[in-house]
């Protein structure tokens, strides 16, 4: 979740986006082939499309 703070913290805190990241970090923890992803890789992709669905991508 460190890299998720940091993000976070570059983002002014977009609560809504951090806060539907770590469901999609949860749900991806449960798929054992994504075991070997690196962990920024999966927050930044993560809140990427957290970004995408609410529609504030930059």
Do not use: C
Request: a positive charge.
């Amino acid at each position: 979740m460190h890299f998720l703070r940091r993000i976070g913290k570059a983002d002014h805190y977009d609560v809504e986006a951090q806060t539907i990241s770590k469901y999609l970090l949860e749900v991806g923890a449960l798929e054992w082939q994504l075991l070997a992803t690196p962990l920024s890789l999966m927050v930044a992709a993560s809140i990427w499309l957290a970004r995408l669905i609410l529609g504030n991508y930059k």
